[in-house]
């Protein structure tokens, strides 16, 4: 039943959302603000640049003064030497900061060595150093110094910045442009873990599981390798040499988990295909950590390998995507294909920027395409639950339809004098439904299951014994009463069946009440009586009154008009019998012999 809230009700629950929009529009008024003057001080995070005038010295000899950042013409392994003064006011617990990408920083002040972060100042390290920052503290001491910059470039050819700041202030602005990703990267694990741990709590159930499984494992491998490639990744790890090993395993991991899935989400149509893809990347897997730790080629040098084998299997998703359009299986996954072409262009752009970026937050691109991957997934397995959901009820229904027919049929079989009488009442009341459905708005679904129940409504004669129902006179009170027993007994074998035909049970139990309240076994009156009744009650007795009893023969159709017009608004709802004579004066219901 409907609930009408009322005036105070509704004003309460605008007050709410009037407080809740305030309090959303105070913290971005809170948060933005430029009007602080009269807060509390925070203090300053703030790093000063140094990047001016800095001497370069090339490997050549060659000398010349630069602003950083710098961009030199790398040619292979080359050692570039900057050097500077120190400010006069350096303060205590100050810090320089630099970023060294894959190249040895060494860092000289007053020539000694303060600083150092090589191949060879950590131990089992590669030759291609995880890129890094390296702080050097200073102190007052320090002030006016000559400071000197060693740096063996490997892999590109860039001097970066260098920030001065008081203690750690140094990664402030580093860490304020990398939030949105890391967040993106945690949200991306903590979503990887509950569809994990969903997957795992609803393996035993009807839904795809397997898809919900392979799609964490993408989500978390995908964010593993997002804070290994973080370039704050050093307040992740203690030690961050390692995160050379699972952030190349994780990245190469990709292309694999994505097969996995792609392969349940395409019903493993192609599973020979992904399966070749899954062992090659496997493979490759082992082989470039094999290599590596047999120092034949480092991982880095290794990686084109691992992208190309990822960009050929994404390729090969792409065709299959493609193909499945061509021929029209595209249906079965439509939602999710969506998901699949933004997963695999965002991956594609990861991978470009890789060799065309150095600087290049990895991973953000790719939590796009994860999240409207998991978004498509969650509306496809949704999708697909639904129908599932209505094609096993389809399926049941089918069945119990089957079952009761079969029983109905056997009643009909039973009973001697009414054979086939299921059978005709279904029709009769198809036919009345029919002609109702624009009225009371029947879908072409509703007049079939009438009909359906229409086939039932004696289930329960299976209760009467057959020398009350195959009597040839006509029947006294008592076996009267045992008679009427049979909508009981029918509502009764419905109660165990679990029937998923809506309204059915309805129509076996109340197919005898009347409209003015006489009937049985309930005396319900009116429209107490549900409609399915009063449909199947009509259609029940007009073809009582066109069939032939031992007692009397079938009457004529004038005969059955009036009776029926007689009848309307007592034992028949006077709507439908008016209906009912509509079809009788059309000719289109006609009895059944």
């Known amino acids: 039943m409907d609930y009408k809230k009322s005036l105070i009700e509704n004003l309460v629950e605008w007050c709410v959302y009037s407080i809740i929009a305030m309090s959303l529009f105070m913290d971005v008024v809170a948060i933005f603000s430029t009007d602080v003057a009269h807060e509390a001080p925070v203090g300053s995070f703030a790093a000063q640049d140094f990047n001016q005038d800095w001497i370069l010295e090339m490997e050549d000899g ?14 292979g392994e080359e050692v570039y030497v ?4 120190l400010p006069d006011n350096l303060q205590d617990n100050s810090s320089l900061m630099f970023r060294a990408n894959i190249e040895d920083v060494y860092v000289y002040i007053d020539g000694k060595l303060r600083s150092e972060y090589s191949t060879e100042s950590i131990p089992f390290m590669s030759y291609y150093i995880p890129s890094a920052y390296v702080v050097t503290k200073l102190s007052s001491e320090d002030a006016s110094k000559e400071i000197t910059i060693k740096i063996r470039a490997k892999v590109y050819g860039i001097i970066n910045e260098i920030k001065l700041g008081d203690g750690n202030n140094v990664w402030f602005n580093v860490i304020y442009q990398n939030i949105p990703v890391n967040l993106a990267a945690e949200m991306i694990l903590s979503l990887g873990i509950i569809l994990f741990a969903f997957s795992l709590i609803f393996s035993k159930t009807n839904l795809n599981h397997r898809l919900v499984f392979y799609l964490s494992l993408l989500m978390i491998d995908i964010s593993i390798w997002m804070f290994a490639e973080s370039m704050i990744r050093q307040l992740f790890f203690a030690k961050t040499t390692m995160i050379q090993y699972f952030s190349y395993s994780a990245m190469e991991l990709v292309g694999v988990l994505a097969c996995m899935y792609f392969d349940e989400v395409q019903h493993k149509y192609y599973h020979k295909f992904y ?5 090659v990347g496997t493979i490759v897997i082992a082989l470039n950590f094999t290599l590596h730790f047999a120092g034949l080629v480092e991982l880095f040098k290794s990686l084109p390998v691992a992208h190309l084998i990822m960009v050929l299997s994404l390729l090969m ?17 439509r939602v999710v294909a969506v998901g699949m072409d933004l997963m695999l262009a965002t991956c594609g ?15 953000l691109f790719a939590c796009i395409g994860l999240v409207c991957l998991m978004i498509t997934t969650v509306v496809q397995i949704l999708v697909d ?11 049941s229904a089918r069945a119990t339809v089957n079952t009761i027919k079969t029983i109905a049929g056997t009643i009909d079989a039973k009973d001697e004098y009414t054979g086939g009488h299921s059978e005709r009442v279904g029709y009769y009341a198809s ?24 086939n039932m409504h004696d289930i329960g004669k299976i209760g009467v014994p057959d020398s009350v129902l195959n009597k040839t006179e006509r029947l006294n009170d008592e076996e009267y009463e045992i008679i009427k027993k049979h909508v009981e007994i029918g509502s009764a074998i419905m109660d165990g069946m679990d029937s998923t035909i809506q309204d059915l049970k309805d129509g076996i139990r109340y197919h005898h009440e009347r409209f003015d309240g006489k009937g049985y076994p309930d005396g319900l009156k009116e429209t107490e009586i549900p409609l399915v009744a009063r449909i199947i009650c009509l259609a029940d007795c007009y073809d009582a009154m066109t069939s032939d009893r031992v007692y009397r023969k079938r009457l004529d159709d004038e005969t059955v008009r009036a009776e029926i017009l007689r009848c309307a608004g007592t034992q028949f709802d006077p709507a439908l019998a008016e209906i009912f004579v509509r079809l009788l004066d059309r000719g289109d219901m006609k009895a059944v012999r």
């Not at 900057?82 to 003064?85: R, S």
Request: charged residues 30%; glycine residues 4%; contains cysteine.
């Open 62 to 75: 060659t000398r010349g003064i630069i602003q950083l950042p710098f961009l030199t013409d790398f040619d």
């Open 82 to 85: 900057i050097t500077n003064t």
């Open 275 to 279: 399966f070749i893809a899954e062992l």
């Open 317 to 333: 998703s792409m065709c299959t995507i493609v193909n499945d359009v061509r021929i029209g299986r595209i249906k079965e996954y």
């Open 349 to 363: 752009m990861e991978i470009i920027a890789f060799y065309t970026t150095e600087n290049h937050a990895f991973g």
């Open 385 to 395: 639950w639904t129908a599932e959901t209505k094609l096993r009820e389809a399926e």
């Open 431 to 454: 036919i009345l439904a029919r002609e109702m459905a624009a009225d009371y708005d029947f879908t072409e679904e509703d007049i079939e299951r009438i009909k359906y129940i229409g």
